[in-house]
């Protein structure tokens, strides 16, 4: 991001991927080059994410198979965490495991009951390659696991079980969204 700039104000808004594009499926790749192009995919991010009215975007939502992850989140407390990951890896999830609702911009206008943990620690880099380590309770908890996940090729879909996940399956044969495809 450009020194001084709010996030998303220089980017461009995408295309978000649906939840049957293959690339939501398949591990992304580590972030080698900390040059402008990841600059300018950060702001996309951002900027993708605020137009679709998001807390968080993995850059393979937009197409883009690398490790790299926006936010902007509360938590349980409403407190606004605002960042970005680059290579990120989920470090710690622990805690109580709750069971609460969860919806992705790759599957829009749904959501389901997916059991997270309410404390995460992710470690990564920033855009200029500084490491970072962002501590997350609560629905950020839940946020900094759901975007670790895509980056994994897993959605929230894949952690619904049971009658659950019948369930969900049967509102994504439903969409229209899906059927246009």
């Known amino acids: ?14 295309a978000i991927t649906l939840l049957d594009t293959p690339v939501l499926h398949t591990p992304c790749e580590d972030v080698k080059d900390f040059g402008p192009e990841l600059a300018s995919l950060v702001e996309d991010l951002f900027a993708t994410m ?13 197409g883009v198979p690398l490790r790299v992850f926006v936010y902007d989140c509360p938590d349980d407390e409403e407190v606004r965490h605002l960042g970005h990951v680059v290579n990120p890896r989920l470090v710690e999830a622990d805690g109580v495991v709750l069971r609460g609702p969860e919806g992705c911009l790759s599957l829009p206008g749904l959501e389901a009951a997916t059991e997270r943990h309410d404390h995460a620690v992710v470690e990564g880099f920033t855009v200029t390659g500084e490491p970072i380590t962002v501590y997350g309770t609560g629905f950020f908890a839940r ?16 952690r619904v079980t049971g009658w659950r996940h019948r369930r969900l399956l049967r509102q994504v044969a439903r969409t229209s969204w899906r059927r246009g495809s």
């Open 1 to 14: 991001m450009r020194n001084g700039s709010i996030p998303g104000t220089r980017g461009r808004v995408r």
């Open 143 to 158: 946020c900094l696991q759901h975007e670790c996940d895509h980056l994994e090729g897993r959605t929230y879909a894949d």
């Open 50 to 62: 605020y137009a679709a009215e998001g807390v968080g975007l993995a850059a393979n939502q937009i």
